[in-house]
Each structure stands twice: as structure tokens, then as C-alpha cells.
């Protein structure tokens, strides 16, 4: 088996590399499978648009890949579950065959639970019975009998009104705050004339975010202020909060300044 990377983050503009995303699928081996991020891209915060998932799908169809989605971090984009669901239903929609992994963890906060879903897109019954088998068998290898405690807790959560209901205005409430810690990180880097631009913090969305900064800005903020971020730059938009906002952009400050 071949793995291979395609084009996605452009780090000139920090926003999606559309056209060599676009590229890289239309030059994919034929039956390749494609993995795809549904929203609140992680590390890059950088989502598709609407349209620029429909043409996805066209060059997907027209070269016969299989996608497999990746659903971690859905209603963290605009607080609607089925709004930031959109590109994955429109593969369905077209009648792709595919896979989608889901996870509880972070929308639940089911952190260290392995609590999830595989969903199966199949075209027909027959298919559908055949890939069971299959699954059955690597679950079987795999881990055979999973925890229960945090799939109790999610099947409560999607299986009770009342708790489902307050589980979708918690994450309205969750995405909120993440976009408000943007806005003000934003705002604080920028007061400080810090050199550069700054607008990706705001145009990213999800709970992580690309912010720019170099190898050696990124290992600075670790060492000299403390900041715990990904040596590529990526932070965490949920770590922030109105009380550290200020200090975390006097620090991006200071290593965009001296290294």
C-alpha cells in the first residue's frame, strides 16, 4: 500500500490551498482512498466551502476515490450540527460509497472514553452484509469487546430530548467561545502592532489554529513563556480565555520580534 499527502494548507495565505488540493485529487491513482477532515479542520482550522466541496466530489466521481471522512469535531464550526455537516451529506447525496469515523471525544467531551461511531455508506444491501463481515472480523482481532461507559453516555445524551437538546445549546455555547477567543487574540496581537498579518486567526475556525509562527518562534513560546503549542505553530483556541488572551499575544509578540 501507497500512502500519499496531498496539497491543502497554503502557508503564503494560511487558508486552503484549493487549486492544489484540486490538482493532487485529479492526479490520485483511480480507487485510491481519500481521507477528508468534515469541519473544524485539524491542525489547520481551515475548512472548504460549500462549493468547493461539490467540485471535491466531481473530481472524486470522475476518478473513482473512495472517501473516508474524518467526523471529530462536528458543530464545532458553527455551533449546527447539520449545517457543519454539509459537504459529508453532499457525498451522500451523490451516492458515493464511503466511510465516516465519528468521535464523541471532544463534541461530548468524552476525552479517554473511545466513544464513536463507524458509519458504512454501502450502495446496496448486499454490500452493506458483506462489509459487516468483514468489520466483524477486524473488530473481533482488533479489541473485541469495547468500554461501554462513554457509548452509555453518548446513546443517553442522543436518546433523551431534554439531554439531547441541552447538548446542542452547549455546543452553540462551546463554538461561541472558541470564535470570541479568536476575535480577542486577534484584536490583542494586533494592538501590540505585532509585524505581520493577523486576520487567519479569525478566518480559521474550529478549536485549533494555525497561527504562522515559525520552528523556532514555536519552540520560544514553549521555553521562554510557557505557551504549549505544536512545533508547526498550531495552538489551542480552546486553551484561551479573557484572562490569558493578552499575555498569549504579548508573547507571539516578542518571538515574531526576536527569532
Known sequence: MTVREYRYFDPKTKGLDFAGLMEDLKNATPGSIVLLHTCAHNPTGVDPTLDQWKQIAEVCKANALYPFFDTAYQGFV??????DGEGLRYFVEQGFEMVIAQSFAKVMGLYGERTGAMHFVCGSADVAKRVLSQVKIIVRCQYSSPPKH??????????????RQQWLNELVGVTNRMNEMRRLLRAEVEKLGTKGTWNHITDQIGMFSFTGLTLKQSEAMVSKHHIYMTKNGRISVAGLTKANCAYVAKAIKDVVDNY
Do not use: E, Q, V, Y
Not at 78 to 83: E, F, H, Q, Y
Open 78 to 83: 458553527s455551533g449546527d450540527l447539520n449545517k
Open 150 to 163: 462513554g457509548a452509555r453516555i453518548a446513546a443517553m445524551i442522543l436518546n433523551t430530548p431534554a439531554l
